[in-house]
């Protein structure tokens, strides 16, 4: 079965500092992979996808992720980050049931 | 645009009642989804649909039930409420072409006591 890894549940880093979460996703064929971002007591939405092409992406507020066929990554990086982007971040893949699967997600937390 | 319509927003059942969990959108989108997340678990697939009168189980069906008599409902029914579905639940929805990304609804915070 398809499978999406965070492995990071949070991630605490200084506001203006550099951030990467990580995802990998087990699978031997195409998929369309996305970042999708919860802010406390909403609803998910989305950051950015990969459909095909290009393998860096690009999303709003400033994130990019870039797509890693051979090591099966999709990790999301963003240059400098502000505090709104306290927030929890998910990775996930459609499968070829058309099934959306979510990793765990991250808790990004920024400092002062 | 309404987009993902949710409702309600908030409810606290008593263990063994009912209720429908209200999904509508307004997109046309042929698939929908419902989600459960429970803290640091992610969000699991309870069921979802891929048109009109086709509904399919996804990872924890157990204790509920869906119905998609139309292309912009898709209800989700407890019958008998037990603690361990206190949970937010999330319906989505999305075409399969194109632009395969989820819209999601706000969400229902529901408690069972």
């Known amino acids: 079965a398809q499978s999406v890894t965070q492995l990071d549940s949070q991630v605490p880093v200084f506001e203006e500092a550099p951030v990467e979460l990580r995802c990998n996703y087990s699978s031997s064929v195409s998929v369309y992979l996305f970042w999708y971002v919860q802010y406390p007591n909403q609803g998910l939405q989305l950051l950015l996808k990969y459909l095909s092409g290009s393998t860096l992406v690009k999303g709003i507020n400033g994130f990019e992720a870039e797509f890693n066929k051979s090591q099966t990554s999709f990790h999301l990086r963003k240059p400098s980050v502000h505090i709104s982007d306290t927030a929890e971040y998910f990775c996930?893949?459609?499968?070829?049931?058309?099934?959306?699967?979510f990793g765990k997600g991250t808790r990004l937390h920024i400092l002062p | 645009n309404a987009g993902v319509t949710q409702t309600p927003k908030f409810r606290i059942l008593k263990i063994g009642q009912s209720m429908t969990l209200q999904c509508t959108q307004d997109?046309?989108?042929?698939?929908m989804y419902w989600y459960r997340q429970d803290p640091g678990m992610g969000l699991k697939l309870i069921y979802y649909s891929v048109g009109a009168g086709i509904t399919d189980k996804g990872e924890v069906p157990n204790g509920y039930n869906v119905s998609r008599s139309t292309t912009e409902d898709f209800p989700l029914r407890l019958e008998l409420a037990a603690p361990s579905q206190t949970s937010v639940y999330f319906c989505a929805s999305r075409l399969t072409l194109g632009a395969p990304e989820a819209f999601f609804g706000q969400g229902t915070r529901l408690t069972v006591v």
């Open positions: 997109m046309n989108h042929n698939y």
């Open positions: 996930a893949v459609i499968n070829r049931d058309d099934k959306i699967i």
